[in-house]
């Protein structure tokens, strides 16, 4: 059986140029792909990527706000809220000829089996 895969054009240029800084980011790349299967905590993304904990937080902030990271709370059973990071981009596509650049998304949507 084959899949079809969605892909998401990016126009605004805005968006092209923070996602290309987001792509030059070796901790933001390491992050996604961390969390590409499930969702972690900031603390788990640290110890398994060996990232700096304050540099994981703003990391996850500037994927965050870029839309290529989903957030999601719970409250453990000490009643302590805590949160878990999944990326919601499977890969990215870019083409440049130094005139225009392309960009499109494919989105990291759950396997259905």
């Known amino acids: 059986m084959q899949e079809l895969i969605q892909t998401k054009k990016i ?7 923070v996602i290309l800084e987001i792509l ?15 969702p972690k905590s900031a603390m788990e993304i640290s110890a398994e990527k060996k990232i ?16 290529l990271l989903s957030i999601s709370g719970s ?10 990071y ?7 596509s870019l083409h440049c000829d130094l005139e225009v650049t392309s960009m499109e998304i494919v989105p990291n949507t ?4």
């Open 11 to 17: 126009l605004d240029d805005e968006k092209k140029q």
């Open 24 to 38: 030059a980011d070796k901790y933001c790349k390491q992050i996604l792909h961390n969390t590409l299967e499930k």
């Open 52 to 67: 700096p904990i304050s540099t994981v937080y703003r990391r996850l902030q500037t994927l965050y706000d870029a839309k």
């Open 75 to 84: 409250i453990n059973q000490d009643g302590k809220k805590y949160f878990l």
């Open 86 to 92: 999944k990326s919601k981009v499977k890969s990215i």
């Open 110 to 113: 759950p396997s259905v089996n």
